[in-house]
């Protein structure tokens, strides 16, 4: 059993449509928890960055965290095709220092 | 947010010789830095943690001699891939962490490397 699991799609969706995607992992010693962006053959872009359980929301983007259930999810609102790329979970159980675990990614296109 | 720059971007070889890819933190310093490699539809695989002035700890399975790894100082980090082989064809991320309250990790724009 991999530590993180994610979807890997891909997954379409039209434009303006609110976008859900997820991840679940096993390891309860993670506290971290990150969800990236990556453009085709470019590297992976910060979009959310929580500690420990809760929501986080950052315009258009809202991140949530439940580990009693060790699940994560990045909801995207009003989406766009810019928004059109692979996004990556990750999480770890310490700081940027630390290890940083990922998921393989989800491919999301959003059709004008 | 923290700005790490990767170079080459894209890198073409011949079978048998060395390439270089740097990483620098361009407005931070990082005593630790990471090499990652990304196959197709596949996610980041950890390679090795970069250290400055002490050795790089490398994953189980990377090769060290293969995989070189130098942190000479704290904003530059260099992989070489030492007798490059066609299966070393990969796409090659590095990343860093300012540390300190802010321990978020930032990317490089990686490097693809495609070896005849």
């Known amino acids: 059993q991999k530590e993180v699991e994610q979807d890997p799609g891909p997954l379409s969706v039209p434009e303006g449509a609110i976008v859900s995607l997820n991840c679940t992992y096993s390891?309860?010693?993670?506290?971290?928890f990150m969800w990236y962006r990556q453009y085709s053959r470019k590297g992976p872009e910060l979009l959310m960055y929580?500690?420990?359980?809760g929501n986080k929301e950052d315009g258009r983007f809202t991140a949530q965290v439940d580990k009693s259930s060790k699940y994560i999810s990045l909801f995207i609102r009003d989406s766009q095709p810019s928004d059109s790329a692979t996004y990556l979970c990750?999480?770890?159980?310490?700081?940027?220092?630390?290890?940083?675990?990922f998921g393989t990614g989800t491919k999301l296109q959003v059709i004008p | 947010g923290a700005v790490v720059s990767q170079h080459p971007s894209r890198v073409i070889c011949k079978s048998g010789t060395s390439v270089k890819i740097e990483c620098r933190s361009l407005?931070?310093?990082?005593?630790?830095m990471f090499w990652y490699r990304q196959f197709p539809k596949q996610s980041l695989m950890l390679m090795a943690t970069?250290?400055?002035?002490?050795?790089?700890?490398?994953e189980q399975g990377v090769e060290k001699d293969k995989f070189l790894i130098n942190h000479a100082s704290l904003t530059l980090s260099t992989l070489t891939v030492t007798s490059a082989h066609p299966e070393d064809s990969s796409f090659y991320i590095c990343?860093?962490?300012?540390?300190?309250?802010?321990?978020?990790?930032?990317f490089g724009s990686g490097t693809q490397l495609s070896v005849l």
């Open positions: 990343s860093a962490s300012p540390g300190g309250l802010d321990e978020k990790l930032f």
């Open positions: 990750a999480m770890s159980k310490s700081g940027g220092y630390q290890k940083v675990t």
């Open positions: 390891n309860s010693a993670f506290q971290y």
């Open positions: 970069s250290n400055e002035g002490s050795k790089a700890t490398y």
């Open positions: 407005d931070f310093q990082a005593t630790t």
């Open positions: 929580t500690y420990s359980s």
